[in-house]
């Protein structure tokens, strides 16, 4: 095998490539088997926090070990609701919320406050890195990239890598509620069928959408930007000529959407799955989605408000929060037996969003709410491409 193909397909597991044509030891050729992951110390205050025991599914079948995954409040010291969070592997754990509220994680002084310069209710925050053709990149600037957090009457905030934020004109004062960062624009979403787009420079500019549907989410899926929203309303984009064309596809539901998650998209009392159209020739057809009969009974009810992926392999995995303390898990995402499994927190408060990156989670709600998630006993695989 290649070293390109070994290290395409070891980032494609999250894990470290060895490729080799050298006759030595395995130890040698790929360094010694990883050790058990740990989570990041706890900041928790509760006395006895909710733990589970659970095996994640995986692409690679077998019979996994079942880990302890550790829920534990901790304190933000604010009674603000929270509604996104920004974290990235070795990097910041950022939080933002109502009343321009933002919080970053210090493992020893824990959630610090910081000033945004706006009081609006912030609902969406994502990183936005940019990087010019050639530049090196530092594993600093790799960890602790810029953010911009939207929210309430056209409300934008940017953080630079020093934690510094400024307040930014959008040009619009509709609520936004989503946000996607491609490679050189951020796109926001919001009330009224409002899109617009951010260049690198921190300029702002109006999208078509050709809706006037509240949208609540974006992001890919299946090779298309996908905007979702009220009334199952589903819009299309692609770039052409430098231009991003939006157009709205007929919705298979009359329910409120307000996660894209690649192949999947949810929202009220629903969960849809892509439906390959089974067209090999180009041009593609747009994406098809479909209830997904296994979470029929699951989310029924139920408001799936956000979602995250855990890429790692052995910890292959989506966890998805909603209202009353409800999350829901889904392994097996690459094979015909995926499930959907659903877990009532003792925490009463509507969850807004999550993040999960190989042992660590946050889930942030109502109410100041920030739930840690420890997953202990986690062996990363020693995968050796040779």
């Known amino acids: 095998m290649s070293i390109t193909r070994a290290l395409l397909l070891a980032s494609l597991f999250g894990s470290t490539a060895c490729a080799s044509y050298a006759t030595m030891s395995s ?11 740990k989570p990041l110390a706890s900041l928790g205050h509760d006395t006895k926090p909710f733990e589970i025991r659970r095996v994640p599914e995986t692409a690679f079948g077998g019979n996994p070990p079942a880990y302890l995954y550790r829920f534990e409040r901790e304190d933000s010291r604010t009674t603000e609701a929270l509604r996104a969070i920004g974290m990235i592997k070795g990097g910041r754990v950022l939080v933002v919320g109502d009343h321009g509220t933002a919080l970053v994680r210090d493992a020893k002084a824990g959630w610090q406050p910081e000033s945004t310069g706006t009081t609006e209710n912030l609902h969406a925050l994502a990183p936005t890195p940019y990087y010019k053709d050639g ?5 600093e600037q790799r960890k602790n990239p810029p953010y911009l957090a939207v929210g309430s009457n056209g409300a934008a905030a940017f953080r630079d890598p020093t934690g510094v934020w400024r307040v930014e004109s959008t040009g619009t004062t509709a609520d936004l509620f989503a946000l996607y960062h491609l490679a050189r624009k951020t796109l926001a979403v919001g009330a009224g069928g409002v899109m617009v787009e951010r260049s690198p420079e921190g300029v702002w500019r109006s999208v078509k959408t050709r809706t006037t549907a509240d949208l609540y989410a974006l992001g890919s899926c299946a090779g298309y930007l996908c905007a979702v929203g009220a009334g199952g309303v589903m819009v299309y984009c692609r770039s052409h000529e430098n231009e991003l064309v939006c157009i709205p596809r007929p919705p298979p539901t009359q329910a409120t959407l307000r996660v894209v998650d690649e192949l999947q998209i949810m929202g009220d009392g629903v969960w849809l799955s892509y439906v390959r159209s089974g067209k090999t020739e ?8 479909a209830p997904w009969p296994v979470a029929k009974d699951v989310i029924a009810g139920e408001e799936v408000r956000a979602t995250a992926h855990n890429h790692w392999s052995g910890m292959s ?8 303390g409800t999350v829901w898990f889904q392994g097996g995402l690459f094979s015909e037996r995926s499930r959907l499994e659903r877990v009532k927190l003792p925490f009463e408060v509507d969850f807004h969003d999550v993040a999960y990156e190989l042992v660590d989670g946050f889930l942030v709600g109502d109410q100041g709410t920030i739930v840690h998630l420890g997953v202990e006993g986690f062996t990363p695989m020693h995968i050796c491409l040779l």
């Open 27 to 37: 130890d040698d050729r790929c360094g010694p088997p990883p050790g058990v992951e």
């Open 135 to 139: 530049q090196t990149v530092t594993e």
């Open 282 to 289: 180009p041009p593609s057809p747009p994406p098809s989605f």
């Open 317 to 324: 995995e989506i966890i998805a929060v909603g209202r009353r």
